[in-house]
Each structure stands twice: as C-alpha cells, then as structure tokens.
C-alpha cells in the first residue's frame, strides 16, 4: 500500500501553509499517517537548516521563492514534489514489511505481543549506522532515517527519534495498539489492551545501554524521573503528530534560527491546539507559549496564559509530578526580569522534585 489518491492531491508542497494543509487533513483522520508526516517535516527541515544552500546546488530538488523581510532579500522554501516523498515513503514501508513476518506472531485478541514490538525494534536499531554522535541535530525524523543512499547524513536516529520510528513502523504493519510513551527526557512504548504493557525500544543514558523489550515497570517501581513515577504521556495517534512537531529544529547554527521552521512549527502547534491535541501535553503548551514570546500571534493567548495552562496540565493529567512546565515558566520570568515570579516558579519545581 502506497499514498492514497487523497495525499497525493495535496503535493505539491510549496510553503508553510501547504504543508499545514496537509498536517490538518491528516488530523481529521483517526490514524494520521505518522511515516508520511515526519518524512515531509524532515525534508523541509534538512533543505532549511541543514543544507542550506543555493537552489540550483540541489540536482532534483527545487526552491519556491518570495520576498524576504526586506527588498533586498529572498526567501526559498524547499518543494517536496508527490514523487521524492512517495519514493521515501515507499521505500520506508518495504524495508518495515520486508522484515518483519506478522504470521510468526500471532494475535489472537488483536493486540501486539512483546516479541513482534522487540522485532520491530530490531529492525530500526540494525538499520542505524554503527557510529555517530547520536545527540547530533536535525536526526529525529524518518528522513534522516531513510535518506542514506540519497541525502546526507545517512542513517541516524536520536534516541526518542528512534522510539518514534518504532511507533511508525507499527503502524505501517497494522498494530493500532502500538503507542508512544514519554516523559520528559526519555521514551519508549505502550501497547497491548488499553496501553496496559510497556516496552523499552530506544538505548538508556549516556553510555547507550540497551534495555529493549523490558517493560518500565522497575522504574516506575523505583519513583524514577526517567519515568515520572508513572505520570507519562501515554500518546494517541495525534499527540505523536504533536511530538515530531515539538521536535523540529530550526537551528541553522549556534546563532542562526530558519525563520520558516519557526513559522511552520507556530502554525502547526496552533493547528493542534485548536483541535485539542495539546491538552494532555504540557511540553507542548511550554513549546508553543516559548514560540509566541518570540513572535506573537494577533487574537491568540498570550504566553503567560500558555504557560500556565501547561502547569494546569500536569497538574490535572500527570499527578503534578512534571517539572519542564515550572521551568518553562521561570525561564519566561527570568527573561523578562520578573525575579519575584521567577523564583516562586523555581520553587514551585523543586517542589515537584522533591515529592
């Protein structure tokens, strides 16, 4: 099964607002296409902050223009033509199918079993170059993971970027059951009857440990951070559309931001918003306030309310046991020079870590 005669009417995609037409069609559907979404955001990402170049530096692939912020400037997007991400996509979902058999694990009540998740975690990390600096940027989409005999970098993934491709991959094969799991510094997945069994799917720490198919239970157990005692974010098919958002990255450089990364990943965040998707993800709201005190959006919330709303989050969905949302409110005081409301918000997180 390729794209559906639906997506491919949306190509091409010449701007921002085309892509986030696609992403609000994809919304309105019960299983958004995650293999699809994040191979169109790694595109536009890698041709704007990675290699950023001159239109005609890129053999088959071209640049739509429009003026830039002053007379003297012009801005380029990046085409993602129907036939480069039909390829991509193509070529994603065979190498899924072509290694994993279904009929050798079976599922009587239709849910996945511990095998098949370790399976398909095996296939994504045995595809992962041996060596390279996995903390590296712009390597969290399927792009980066699929694109080795075409665009640089190759195959690389980070470590959530990994858990996320887990998640796509299972969806290709039909495993509806098959979520993300996060907190706030590490993922891994839920599956089964009502998300009940949990799976570890990307490496640990540092030092890269590899915990693959152990459940998260003993962390839990242990009140761990890693696993916020438990009050994850157990995610639907539209938070993790809200995940690869969260994660696109629009450093060009240590000082430079792709203004149109920031423009698409704004607009994408409002679109989730609007239709509910960020309720139950705090990092998101923290994502997006950050985003409007750069550049705010007229008749939408103003940052201050964001942030809160993202405490208000954890405090009613995770327990109040997620610090992020706290931090996201100080750094906005801080930066403001608001040193009273900074230092109650910094409190208020060392509250939550302390309980």
């Given at each position: 099964?390729?794209?559906?005669?639906?997506?491919?009417?949306?190509?091409?995609?010449?701007?921002?607002p085309a892509v986030v037409r696609l992403f609000e069609a994809e919304l309105r559907q019960a299983e958004p296409d995650l293999v699809l979404l994040s191979l169109v955001l790694g595109f536009v990402e890698h041709f704007l902050a990675v290699n950023r170049v001159l239109p005609t530096n890129v053999p088959g692939v071209t640049f739509e223009s429009r003026p830039?912020?002053?007379?003297?400037?012009?801005?380029?997007?990046?085409?993602?033509?129907?036939?480069?991400?039909?390829a991509l996509y193509a070529?994603?979902?065979?190498?899924?199918?072509?290694?994993?058999?279904?009929s050798l694990y079976p599922r009587p009540d239709g849910c996945s079993s511990r095998e098949l998740v370790r399976k398909v975690s095996d296939v994504i990390w045995n595809s992962l170059s041996r060596s390279y600096f996995k903390d590296r940027a712009h390597i969290q989409s399927l792009f980066s993971f699929i694109t080795a005999?075409?665009?640089?970098?190759?195959?690389?993934?980070?470590?959530?970027?990994?858990?996320?491709?887990?998640?796509?991959?299972?969806?290709?094969?039909?495993?509806?059951?098959?979520?993300l799991a996060l907190s706030?510094?590490?993922?891994w997945v839920a599956f089964g009857a009502g998300g009940a069994q949990t799976a570890e799917v990307t490496w640990h720490g540092k030092g890269n440990e590899d915990?693959?198919?152990?459940?998260?239970?003993?962390?839990?157990?242990?009140?761990?951070?890693?696993?916020?005692?438990?009050?994850?974010?157990?995610?639907?098919?539209?938070?993790?559309?809200?995940?690869?958002v969260c994660?696109?990255?629009?450093?060009?450089?240590?000082?430079?931001?792709?203004?149109?990364?920031?423009?698409?990943?704004?607009?994408?965040?409002?679109?989730l918003y609007d239709m509910g998707h960020l309720d139950r993800y705090p990092m998101a709201l923290g994502n997006l306030a950050d985003l409007e005190e750069l550049e705010p959006t007229p008749g939408r919330p103003d940052p201050l309310?964001?942030?809160?709303?993202?405490?208000?989050?954890?405090?009613?969905?995770?327990?109040?046991?997620h610090i992020y949302p706290y931090l996201y409110l100080a750094g906005f005081h801080c930066r403001n020079k608001n040193v009273k409301e900074a230092l109650q918000a910094w409190a208020d997180t060392a509250t939550v870590i302390q309980e």
């Open positions: 099964m390729g794209l559906k005669p639906w997506q491919k009417a949306l190509f091409p995609l010449r701007s921002v830039g912020p002053d007379p003297q400037t012009r801005l380029y997007f990046p085409v993602a033509e129907l036939s480069i991400v039909a070529r994603f979902t065979a190498q899924i199918r072509g290694a994993v058999d279904l005999p075409v665009y640089p970098p190759g195959t690389k993934l980070d470590s959530s970027g990994v858990a996320f491709a887990v998640v796509g991959a299972c969806q290709v094969l039909g495993l509806p059951d098959v979520h706030e510094d590490h993922a915990r693959r198919g152990q459940p998260v239970q003993a962390g839990v157990a242990e009140r761990s951070w890693l696993y916020l005692k438990g009050s994850y974010l157990r995610c639907t098919r539209h938070m993790e559309v809200a995940f690869m994660a696109i990255n629009p450093s060009i450089d240590g000082h430079t931001d792709s203004l149109e990364l920031l423009q698409l990943q704004q607009r994408l965040l409002w679109l309310t964001l942030y809160h709303q993202g405490i208000q989050s954890a405090r009613t969905h995770y327990n109040n046991e």
